[in-house]
């Protein structure tokens, strides 16, 4: 028996490219054929284009055929840089963090589309709601520039182009010549990634002012699906006009809401108002209770809705000119006849419907498109709040609500434990609004927050936190202290804790040199191809995302010989990594039933303690050759 029985683990991130060809093989294997890989010689799945031509019949388009389309220069590279895969990883920080061993939410600092190509395996199909508030594109704010080939690097960093760790992002001044298409790459490549992981009835919702949202909009149709449409939600962010303004003092933002099918997704509706339901009364003493009348005429004419009515007064009425009722005259007499008719007080009105509170078709009040800032907040509500809990020491650039966060969180319909994702997070007033939330709803929903390390704005560099991320940590921290403190009775179960994580370059040495390239003495360096600085937990945690198992998974650690054995929530993965593996620690990991099986290359002293595991564990977990191959890797 080989050694190579132990596969070893594929730590990059999944690729668009094979999650698109997964998807595609669902809905039509018969498109698919087996042929050799050119490069690897080994057989692999591919495109027969033929048969997908032949099913897709009539639908495809020929070749040079004129259609509709939106583009710009640069959009089939962030296409390509979407599906790429990445093999940077994430690692823990958890001393940053707050209740770590028992929190579900996530805080993430690092790049959010190298962020988001990471979380695909985990998170695929996972999340219910996404809200982002991407940089608007004024020529002031960042934009990330995904392009990462760099000449002059230490030019970049003094010039303030990209950060201590080498990621990327610039001011897109209007000077620029690829203005728009930058932003447009910019936001079009997350939106691809984005989208893999919303649930089919998920939702998300976009900040945008009017500078791009035209460009939006054309951006969304096509990653979403033009019928996936939703709405432009308009806010209201401000409550008195700009007397500066050189022509119209804006007032508003816009949100665009797309679904991610819209034959899935239900809209949560508003809780009635009291003023809502004073509109119902019930003069006539139904049994039914309160009701309201509508009128029964409509425009379209139809000869058999056009009758004239006795009213309990005796006076004949006629539907209004160029207009019929909306009922047959069988059906208005059944209507009649159940006491749904109202004419009045008098008897002598024209009818009209009754309409019952109890009767509604849906609970709670239908939202509509504009939000009032009474009724969400504003800009300046968005700030106060944040001073409330900083004083004068954390203040943001233009932070939402939590008002607004709030209102949209109940349209995005969440169920008690859903994810909600913001890979634009600022502030962390999404963090805030969610803890909100769940402690007014008793609901458990979870949180991921990623934000680029950017360093606060130089107005406020009297303060004392140095990056935006250091200011959203603080704040979701006092915010969910808050919270409790207000309400100690109803939110002792609430998580207002999070993980935090770190993106950083991949947890292995690069040794994709040719062997001619190392002397002796650098050749010992690679017994091992783990980074010296990496630490147990790095290697847990990008082995979780390599193998799609969520981050917010609870945590067990025990030592057996001398070896500590990790457990992710009771045995969905079993770690060790420890050197001297002995019987004792494999039959220990055998007893939590695993699913799946880590270990660490250099835990075996050689190709046959390798083997004779492999078959232990294959015994005490009575796996076939197969399932052992599958559920157990090696890094």
């Known amino acids: 028996m080989s050694s190579d029985k132990i596969n070893h683990l594929d730590l990059n991130s999944a690729s668009g490219t094979q999650l698109n060809l997964e998807a595609l093989y669902q809905l039509a294997p018969s498109v698919f054929t087996e042929a050799r890989d050119s490069k690897t010689g080994e057989t692999a799945r591919k495109i027969d284009f033929d ?132 932003w447009c790459s910019m936001i079009y490549s997350r939106l691809l990634v984005a989208r893999s992981l919303l649930t089919e009835d998920g939702v998300i919702f976009i900040s945008i002012d009017d500078n791009e949202v035209r460009n939006l909009r054309n951006i969304c149709d096509e990653v979403f699906g033009e019928g996936n449409y939703i709405s432009t939600l308009v806010w209201e962010r401000a409550f008195s006009p700009k007397n500066d303004a050189k022509y119209i003092s804006n007032s508003h933002d816009y949100i665009v809401m797309y679904a991610k099918s819209i034959d899935n997704f239900t809209i949560g509706r508003l809780p009635r108002t009291e003023e809502a339901n004073a509109r119902y009364s019930n003069p006539d003493n139904d049994p039914r209770g309160p009701w309201m009348s509508s009128d029964i005429s409509v425009k379209t004419y139809n000869a058999a809705c056009d009758f004239p009515i006795t009213t309990p007064s005796g006076r004949t009425v006629e539907p209004p000119a160029g207009r019929c009722w909306s009922l047959s005259a069988k059906a208005f007499a059944e209507r009649l006849q159940d006491n749904r008719i109202w004419f009045g007080p008098n008897g002598d009105n024209t009818p009209r419907i009754k309409r019952f509170l109890s009767e509604l078709k849906f609970e709670g009040m239908a939202p509509t498109s504009i939000l009032f800032y009474k009724e969400v907040g504003h800009s300046q509500e968005g700030a106060q709040e944040v001073v409330s809990l900083f004083g004068d020491k954390g203040v943001f650039d233009g932070p939402k609500p939590v008002r607004l966060m709030q209102r949209l969180i109940t349209l995005a319909n969440l169920n008690d434990d859903s994810i909600v994702l913001d890979f634009f997070s600022g502030s962390a007033s999404t963090a805030h609004a969610l803890m909100k939330t769940n402690a007014e709803k008793d609901l458990h929903c979870r949180f991921i927050l990623v934000q680029l390390p950017e360093k606060v704005s130089d107005t406020k560099k009297n303060q004392d936190y140095d990056t935006i991320p250091e200011i959203a ?137 390798k083997i004779n595991i492999y078959e232990k564990f294959k015994q005490l977990l009575d796996w076939a050759d197969d399932e052992a191959f599958k559920n157990i890797k090696v890094i």
């Not at 990462?148 to 990621?167: I, K, P, S, Y």
């Not at 979701?476 to 109803?490: D, F, Q």
């Open 473 to 609: 940590k603080e704040r979701i921290r006092r915010a969910g202290k808050k919270i409790k403190e207000e309400s100690p009775l109803t939110t002792q179960d609430l998580d207002t804790g999070f993980r935090v994580f770190r993106l950083d370059d991949s947890n292995y040495l690069d040794v994709k040199k040719s062997p001619k390239e190392y002397d002796q003495d650098m050749l010992g360096l690679f017994a091992d191809n783990i980074k010296m600085d990496r630490t147990d937990l790095d290697l847990l945690f990008g082995s979780m995302l390599a193998w799609g198992v969520q981050l917010d998974m609870p945590m067990t650690t025990e030592q057996v010989d001398g070896c500590t054995i990790y457990t992710v929530n009771e045995g969905d993965l079993v770690a060790c990594f420890s050197d001297h593996i002995t019987d004792k620690v494999v039959s220990a990991m055998a007893d939590k039933m695993p699913l799946r099986i880590l270990f660490r290359d250099s835990c075996f002293t050689d190709d046959a303690q």
């Open 51 to 182: 048969a997908l031509r032949a099913l897709l019949g009539d639908e495809v388009m020929e070749e040079g055929g004129e259609s509709y389309q939106f583009t710009w220069v640069g959009k089939r590279a962030a296409k390509a840089e979407a599906a790429r895969s990445t093999d940077k990883t994430l690692r823990p920080m958890v001393e940053e963090s707050v209740d770590w061993d028992h929190t579900q939410n996530l805080y993430i600092e690092g790049d959010n589309l190298e962020v988001l190509k990471l979380l695909q395996r985990s998170y695929l199909g996972m999340v219910k709601m996404i809200y982002i508030d991407p940089p608007y594109n004024t020529g002031n704010d960042f934009v990330y520039n995904d392009d990462f080939a760099r000449t002059a690097a230490e030019e970049d960093l003094e010039a303030g182009n990209v950060d201590e760790l080498g990621l990327r992002y610039r001011k897109n001044t209007d000077s620029n010549g690829k203005f728009h298409s930058d």
